[in-house]
């Protein structure tokens, strides 16, 4: 990748680029699927609750099941995608998003709209994997950065959507109707996914070395260039895969997929998807009664959401993660501690509810901004090639674990601990996170790969393998 993406400039023509902005368009369409299905329960959850009358207990278990899913799915997705193809899981990935759906909309009682959401939340994670790297592997190498804060942005507009799709639901109640539209832009998704040709790069692993090259001179702008790349493609698969051994040999491997695995961990924990999954109940505490009043609450969360992720792609390559990270962790702290302060001393007046809003905003503007992209920028960045999708395929493998894991507690904790003092509690991991950027997390800006794998191998300390 090194010469090609430093030897050329973008130069497509005509037919390429349509081709490069069509491929990317629909990996983008893979982000907004994810971001739907992260949003959509919101809306959805209090009906839900009251059509099946469930227990808390039970719809931390409707929430969460589809992180369950997730996981399940980005574990099978790298052998998946090795086997059948990107092309190929991705397209199975949007089957099941379909037929999850559906499934969803139709659900009889709670077991199986549980059993629904683990079908729909398979083929999240076959898109989580699959997407991103089908995109790093056929878009020009100029771009493949951006493309990685492009996805994260679809992802948030896909939340967004959905929040605003619940909304307009909201008036009737129609929960199935929220769930079931799902399957529309999924059977665009589907229908777009066709039309994609395979990976070059995987089609190279399977010795199909002039399928690859037709494929990229029909997104490459010219033929040196497609050569070039093949021998770089070429050169780069000579390395081999390790993953487990060099677990077992290489103490700096361990290292990296350490700090990969408490990235995820870490952006888990700040509690966003207590926010995300349970927004409308927030709005509740902080005296808002309605269901309208707490859906377009919701819907103003998805925009700042969204707004902030901008910010994040402004600042990127200006900061640097680091400082971006530092200033994130500190904001959400902020957010987190003002509103269990709020909720511990009562929310009564409309002074106050305002206060509580605009709190849990600043916190989701202090994550979108940082621990947003920039966990999923970092873990890509870190780990050394010969362990990289081993590398990537469990930390967001982590991710998900760690998204069930505090979507199907939060309303256990607010029932045990208290209101007040769940909100505190994320207050306190998000200080911590200071601490743990401070001590552990490179900074990685405009360092090459292949600098920061030298340095990890070096045994250089994680905080110092981008210098
Ligand atoms: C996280 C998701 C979260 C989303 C919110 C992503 O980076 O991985 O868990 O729901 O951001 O925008």
């Not at 492009?150 to 008036?171: H, K, R």
């Not at 993953?243 to 990296?256: A, E, H, V």
């Not at 700040?270 to 902080?286: C, D, E, K, S």
């Amino acid at each position: 990748m090194g010469t090609y993406a430093s030897s050329t400039h973008t130069g497509l023509h005509g037919s390429a680029r349509t081709r490069v902005f069509m491929t990317c368009a629909m990996a983008a369409l893979a982000g907004l699927l994810f971001g739907l299905d992260i949003g959509v329960i919101a809306g959805a959850l209090p009906f839900i609750a009251k059509d099946f009358q469930v227990s808390d207990h039970l719809q931390e278990w409707i929430v969460s099941s589809m992180m369950v899913g997730a996981a399940v799915g980005a574990l099978a997705a790298g052998g998946l995608s090795f086997w059948l193809g990107r092309k190929y899981s991705l397209l199975l990935g949007a089957a099941l998003f379909i037929v999850g759906s559906l499934l969803c909309a139709s659900a009889p009682n709670p077991a199986f709209l549980i059993g629904a959401r683990l079908v729909l939340g398979v083929a999240v994670g076959i898109a989580t994997f699959t997407a991103p790297l089908y995109l790093s592997e056929i878009a020009p190498g100029q771009v493949r950065g951006a493309m990685v804060s492009a996805y994260q942005l679809m992802v948030t507009v896909g939340i967004l959507v959905a929040f605003l799709s619940d909304t307009a639901f909201a008036s009737s109640g129609a929960w199935r109707w929220m769930l079931g539209v799902v399957a529309i832009p999924a059977g665009i998704f589907l229908l777009g996914v066709l039309a994609l040709p395979n990976s070059p790069r995987w089609l190279m692993m399977k010795n199909r070395n002039d399928e690859a090259r037709k494929v990229l001179n029909s997104v490459r702008p010219e033929t040196a260039v497609v050569e070039q790349e093949m021998k770089d493609i070429a050169r780069q698969l000579q390395v081999k895969e390790q993953g487990f051994s060099l677990l077992r040999k290489n103490r700096d491997f361990r290292r990296s997929l350490a700090l990969g695995i408490g990235l995820q961990v870490v952006q888990q924990l700040t509690g966003i998807n207590v926010v995300m999954y349970y927004a409308p109940r927030i709005f509740g505490l902080a005296g808002y009664s309605g269901h309208q009043a707490q859906l377009w609450g919701t819907v103003i969360v998805g925009v700042v959401n969204v707004v902030a992720t901008f910010i994040a792609i402004g600042l990127v390559d200006r900061w640097g993660r680091r400082p971006i990270l530092l200033t994130g962790f500190g904001v959400m702290t902020v957010g987190m501690g003002a509103l269990g302060w709020l909720l511990h001393l009562g929310v009564s007046t409309h002074a106050e509810q305002l206060f509580a809003v605009a709190m849990l905003l600043i916190f989701i503007a202090g994550f979108a901004m940082s621990a947003g992209p920039m966990i999923w920028i970092l873990c890509s960045e870190i780990q050394p090639i010969k362990g990289r999708d081993f590398g990537i395929a469990a930390s967001t493998f982590t991710n998900w674990v760690a998204n069930t894991v505090v979507g199907a507690t939060f309303l256990t904790l607010l029932n045990s601990l208290g209101h007040a003092q769940t909100f505190w509690l994320y207050a306190v991991l998000n200080a911590a996170f200071i601490a743990f950027t401070f001590f552990f997390v490179p900074e990685t800006r405009g360092v090459p790969l292949e600098k920061i794998e030298e340095n990890l191998l070096a045994g250089k300390p994680l905080r110092e393998i981008g210098r």
